[in-house]
């Protein structure tokens, strides 16, 4: 079982329709969890961070935790042709290393 | 403020030859990292620097590859006798250290990318 597991994708959605982005989690006791966009032959992009279950919004962004079903998700409103990227999630367990473990990312298209 | 920068951008070898790349990370960041990223592969950790010190080498795939930071600032990835199944973009980020949540947010620079012929 991989540690952090996304869907490939591609995701494809409307220009202005909501993108829904998930990842699940082996780690029970991670912690820190973080979502980056990834354009093609560009490095990744730090966009939300989560810390504790709930959600969080920052503009078009909510990024959603559950620890108990070890379930993140980034959602994206009003989804614009420019949000057409690789989303990756990204997790650092609790047990003192500061490595982020990726997952292998979800290519989202936006159709304009 | 200046971001996470790299250098050289692209970098092409033959087969055998060691390569050096150098990464400067954000100014007052003191953690340091190294991951890989080969072509539609994830990201892969290498390295983690806190300060000079390196407390976590366990990404490093073998002997061939070492890392130092000096000054706990600028970082050199040294790759010796490169191998083709070394091909890759070689990204270094940055992030404050500490133990708050926030100091896990990791910076990425542009990356360099090794092409062993």
């Known amino acids: 079982q991989k540690e952090v597991e996304q869907n490939s994708g591609p995701l494809s959605v409307p220009e202005g329709a909501i993108a829904s982005l998930n990842c699940t989690y082996s780690?029970?006791?991670?912690?820190?969890f973080f979502w980056y966009r990834q354009y093609s032959g560009k490095s990744p992009e730090l966009i939300m961070s989560i810390y504790s279950n709930g959600d969080k919004e920052d503009g078009r962004f909510t990024a959603q935790l559950n620890k108990a079903s070890q379930y993140v998700s980034l959602l994206i409103r009003d989804s614009q042709p420019s949000d057409s990227a690789t989303y990756l999630c990204?997790?650092?367990?609790?047990?003192?290393?500061?490595?982020?473990?990726f997952g292998s990312g979800t290519r989202l298209q936006v159709q304009p | 403020g200046a971001g996470v920068s790299q250098s050289p951008s692209n970098k092409v070898t033959e087969k055998g030859k060691d390569v050096e790349l150098r990464c400067d990370p954000i100014?007052?960041?003191?953690?340091l990292y190294w991951y890989r990223q080969s072509l539609g592969q994830g990201l892969e950790f290498l390295i983690y620097?806190?300060?000079?010190?390196?407390?976590?080498k366990s990404g490093l795939p073998s002997d061939r590859f070492s890392a130092e930071r000096t000054g706990g600032s600028v970082s050199t990835l040294t790759i010796q006798r490169t191998q083709q199944e070394d091909s890759a973009v070689y990204l270094c980020?940055?992030?404050?250290?500490?133990?708050?949540?926030?100091?896990?947010?990791?910076?990425f620079g542009p990356g360099t990318r090794l092409t062993v012929t």
């Open positions: 620097f806190q300060g000079n010190s390196a407390p976590d």
């Open positions: 990204a997790v650092n367990p609790y047990t003192g290393r500061r490595a982020l473990t």
């Open positions: 100014s007052g960041h003191t953690a």
């Open positions: 980020a940055s992030s404050l250290g500490g133990g708050a949540f926030s100091s896990y947010e990791q910076y």
């Open positions: 780690d029970r006791g991670s912690q820190s």
